[in-house]
Structure formats: structure tokens, C-alpha cells
């Protein structure tokens, strides 16, 4: 292991602090990002951006994604804001990522079990569809 940073938005023991969709490292700092039980408290409408960041500084993923909603809740809101299924997780990051394993687990995690594991490769720009690069633009 060459390189080994820990990020997180609040934990002031982090290595840095950083949104997950505005990370900064310079384009393909890392050979490999890992997050476990990060992605379902970002908003739905923010999942794709952290995923396109993480290709930009990554050229692989490790992804735990929790598909349940969370037992805990502070002033009465729910953890887990992002709750989606399987597939749903696969669309999102095969935007960004080819997938080479995918799996639902049911029988992992404490508390919350129900977890998507996957492993991706980050695309080059010319492996996109020219539709999506024109999404991506806007």
C-alpha cells in the first residue's frame, strides 16, 4: 500500500475532510476507492455526482451500500436517505464504472443487513455512449 487517506465530511479524525462529491485530489490520485455504508445517506440527487468524483480520482471501486432503511434515527429523520435496490445501484454506477462483480447480500452487516457489494472499474471518457457524455455535459 502506497497511499492510504481517510475522508469524511464531519470526523475530525479523518485524514481530510471533504464532501464525497467535491473531493480534493488531483484526477486519478488513487488506483483504488473503497466506501462501506456511505453511499445511502447521500441525497439521491447527489449519488450520481459522487459517483462521476470517484472515477475522476479512482480507477477502481469497493463499494458497501447499505438497501435498508436504517433502526436509528436523529430528530425523528431517517439515516439512510438514499434506500434503493440492487439494480438501481448498478444502473448508477455502471454510468461511470464497468462492473466486474456485483452481488446482494442479505447476510451481512450489524446492524443493518441487506447490503449491495460491488467492484468497478472506472471508464475512460471514450468508453461512454455519446448520448450519456452529452448528459454528463449538461
Not at 40 to 66: D, G, W
Request: charged share 30%; aromatic share 8%; glycine share 2%.
Amino acid at each position: 500500500v502506497k497511499k492510504v487517506v481517510g475522508v469524511d465530511f464531519a470526523c475530525p479524525g479523518a485524514d481530510v475532510i471533504a464532501s464525497a462529491h467535491d473531493l480534493p485530489f488531483e484526477n486519478k490520485s488513487f488506483d483504488l476507492l473503497t466506501s462501506w455504508d456511505c453511499m445511502e445517506h447521500i441525497p439521491e440527487e447527489e449519488v450520481p455526482l459522487v459517483i462521476k468524483e470517484f472515477a475522476r480520482v479512482s480507477n477502481r471501486i469497493y463499494l458497501k451500500i447499505t438497501t435498508a432503511p436504517s433502526a436509528t434515527r436523529i430528530d425523528g429523520e431517517e439515516l439512510h436517505v438514499c434506500v434503493k435496490d440492487h439494480q438501481w445501484w448498478d444502473d448508477e454506477i455502471n454510468k461511470h464504472f464497468k462492473i466486474e462483480k456485483s452481488e446482494f447480500r442479505p447476510d451481512i452487516g450489524k446492524p443493518a443487513k441487506n447490503h449491495v457489494i460491488v467492484y468497478a472499474l472506472a471508464r475512460p471518457l471514450t468508453d461512454l455512449p455519446r448520448s450519456l457524455l452529452n448528459k454528463l455535459d449538461e
